[in-house]
């Protein structure tokens, strides 16, 4: 199931030592997408927290615009936090 957010969802982001903010456009079971400012690299392992979830995952690709990177995380492990409303209207 791919969740996106109705409104902007911060994420921190955490690969080692260096900490930066991104925005959530999508989360699913496998994958994590998000936009930030901050350079990282395929491959990268890096940590992320947010309100409503934290866990650990690995750049699997790299899309830049600018002076935004989106990346594409594989999740390595993930937890939920109470609190996160899922819509399923179809």
């Given at each position: 199931?791919?969740?996106?957010?109705?409104?902007?969802?911060?994420v921190?982001?955490?690969?080692e030592?260096?900490?930066?903010?991104?925005?959530?456009?999508?989360i699913?079971?496998?994958?994590?997408?998000?936009?930030?400012?901050?350079?990282?690299?395929?491959g990268?392992?890096?940590?992320?927290?947010?309100?409503?979830?934290?866990g650990?995952g690995?750049?699997?690709?790299?899309?830049?615009?600018?002076?935004q990177?989106?990346?594409?995380?594989?999740?390595?492990?993930?937890?939920?936090?109470?609190?996160?409303?899922?819509?399923?209207?179809?």
């Amino acid at each position: 199931m791919k969740i996106e957010p109705m409104q902007p969802t911060l994420v921190t982001v955490s690969h080692e030592g260096n900490n930066g903010l991104a925005n959530l456009i999508y989360i699913n079971q496998e994958e994590l997408s998000i936009n930030s400012t901050l350079s990282l690299e395929t491959g990268n392992h890096i940590e992320f927290y947010s309100h409503y979830f934290f866990g650990r995952g690995v750049i699997k690709t790299v899309f830049h615009q600018l002076y935004q990177y989106q990346y594409r995380l594989f999740i390595e492990e993930i937890h939920y936090r109470r609190g996160i409303v899922i819509d399923e209207v179809l």
